[in-house]
């Protein structure tokens, strides 16, 4: 099980930005890990993943060029950075592991894109 806390999400007009945070406690935040959102009525997907030291980042088709997954492990948080943002963004955003450590879901960051 993680202990994971998200923030950072908002209500942003589309074309704007937003910094996302999570904050996983403990040594799960060695893994490689990963951001999820679920669109609202859709199943929960993968946005975009990190190695463990950061030197890797894997993206989404959504999400390439527009958003920038990073870690700092000195402070065991994750970030995902989101620019150009569509109402098509407008979801939950969750961190996790990746993949996903199954049933381990924190409460996620509400993202809200208006047109």
Request: with cysteine; glycine share 10%.
């Amino acid at each position: 099980q993680l202990r994971q806390v998200e923030s950072g999400g908002g209500l942003v007009q589309a074309g704007g930005s937003l910094r996302l945070s999570c904050t996983i406690a403990g040594r799960a935040f060695r893994n490689y890990l990963a951001w999820y959102r679920r669109p609202p009525g859709k199943e929960r997907e993968f946005v975009a993943g990190i190695s463990r030291n950061g030197t890797a980042t894997y993206y989404a088709d959504p999400a390439k060029g527009r958003f920038t997954i990073s870690r700092d492990n000195d402070k065991n948080t994750i970030y995902l950075q989101l620019d150009s943002l569509k109402p098509e963004d407008t979801a939950v955003y969750y961190c996790n592991t990746y993949p996903a450590t199954r049933d381990s879901w924190g409460q996620g960051t509400q993202v809200t894109v208006s047109s």
